[in-house]
């Protein structure tokens, strides 16, 4: 049977059974456990993960002449481990002319990605090369890859302390490339991606591809004023800021109703935003706009991008915020178009911050939907201290993310901050970020911590792969906050999901809601390789996380424990689980309580299998219980290491 590529509710790289290690080799059958073939939808009460519109094809489950390359069993990460950092934790590496890897489309596509790794310049900095794209047989294109935004070196894992400068470990390896086809190609069309003579990269490392058939540009909505009726120009290379913030301005004001990107690639040196009412002239403004609609052609086809690094730009934006994108104070819709920065590290070598593509108090109102954010320090930071500008206090309330695609950053993908409540992100896809995918940070930089709690956040129908630093998706303090209909997959050293009391949020309250999650190869060790993490790990740190409900979730080939409770000061009390599978646990048990944890757990209808420390495991002198009176777990043996 030959495997089939996956699509949208298809969890990359599947379960990776017994490939060889090199050479040609056909795609061979295997599939993740309750996920559904391409194409297909589960039924409604079981659909998990983004509905996107491309169908995504890992190198190693087509056919291909190369060497494949698979991770360690515990999938150590930071010491230049390409198969780590790997989708489905396998990639296929070409060496030489001639090696490639193809597949067979399962729907039309006029686009492509190639997630890939490709040798930064001896000097650091990145260097860009080709790849052949081949259709039939047929030469279609060269692929333009660039390492400029991945090789992150240092064996620190604190990311401030990385660098862009070569020598010893590295890691962030991978990036994306992306272009629009000349052509369109129907479904069963053999596509190769190839090294051919001119393609003279040391090596490629290809982890997946994905295709896509993109829409035209849509036409401007009547209602809706362009940017080059301010002077913008499209696809020149001249920097169309002012063009922008003056049709942005015109909107704020009244003047027109929305602001339209038309098609085209339009340079953005300053990030979007209101003239300081108090410090008109400020360099570090930070009022966002208000009462604006933005809308563009698609997020394939209107594309804001920058070329200066954001600690560079001087200008009026705050350095760590970035020179690009939009800051947001209240009642704002943006949808349809990309915001691509030019970020290559967190902080390192003397504070070079990547940006924010998306940031401010955003307040009510605001729904961003079709928005591409790549190559930013942060997608989308929700939230501003109370003490920045105590008159336009305005947490986010309301807040819409959805049909989004964040890729490729240096740190989360959307933090839900600074007491943002009734919030949500859905059907939206996220992939190789540098810290939390997706968060709720429930902090105390508010103007009055017993009611400015981040609550009722919503984080439903998502698909997250390959966060290379921290969780897939995290949630710190609050109460009604809830994880449902989720699918996370190869976390480099963090959980899938975490519930935790570090970064001192406010209290966690209520309850918190993890629901028809499933977690794919997620969890790992970090700090030094000291702390192993489970799939979904709950810690407390220093306050108690009460009020925890996990269910319908499914658990499949974790790095080390399926669920975990961490040893902290504080307690995890009264948590349920229910009707939950957890299968191959590879370096540690089912359930863990660490020695030092806190707390009590009910287990009902878990059912646990083939985990290498045992079903579950209270460690010596912990302070935790496990009821398993209404448990249904099956007993099996414990899986060789």
Known sequence: MTRTPRSSRLIAGALGLGLATAGLLPATAGAV????????????????????????????DGTYEGTLLEADPTRPFGHTNFATESSGRKSVRLDSTGQHMEFTSTSATNSIVVRNSIPDAPDGGGQEKTLSLYADGKFVQKVKLSSKHSWLY??????????????????????????LLKDSYPAGTTFRLQRDADDDAAYYVVDLVDLEQVAPPAEKPAECTSITEYGAKPDDGEDDTKAIQAAVDADQKGEIDCVWIPAG???????????????????????????????????WHSQLYTLTPPHEAGGINHPHEGNFGFDIDDNTKISDLAIFGSGTIRGGDGGQEGGVGLNGRFGKNTKIDHVWIEHANVGAWVGRDYSNIPELWNPGDGLEFSDMRIRN????????????????????????????????????????????????????????????RANGIAVYGGHGNKIENNLVSDTMNYPGIMLATDHDPLPFSGQTLIANNGLYRTGGAFWGEQQEFGAITLFAQGQDIPGVTIRDTDIHDSTYDGIQFKSGGGATPDVKISNVKISKSNNGAGVRAHGGARGSVALCDVTITDSADGDVLVEPGSQFTVDEGCSAARKKSRSQR
């Open 409 to 468: 950053t240096y740190a989360d993908g959307v933090n839900f901050s600074n007491g943002t409540r009734n919030s949500t992100v859905s059907n939206s896809s996220l992939r190789n970020t540098g810290d939390d995918a997706l968060a709720v940070w429930a902090n105390k930089y508010v103007k009055d911590p017993s009611t400015d709690v981040g609550h009722d956040n919503t984080f439903t129908g998502n698909t997250v792969q390959l966060p290379w």
């Open 154 to 179: 240092g064996s620190t894992d604190d990311p401030e302390g990385l660098t862009n400068r070569p020598g010893g470990d590295a890691r962030r390896l991978f990036d994306e490339s992306h272009a």
């Open 33 to 60: 456990p309750d996920a559904p073939a391409a194409g297909q939808k589960k039924a409604a009460a079981a659909e998990r993960g983004a509905d996107v519109p491309y169908v995504e094809y890992e190198a190693e």
């Open 265 to 299: 690639q339009w340079r953005q040196e300053q990030k979007i935003l209101a003239v300081d009412p108090k410090y008109p002239g400020n360099p570090h403004n930070q009022v966002g706009i208000r009462d604006v609609t933005i809308r563009g052609a698609g997020m």
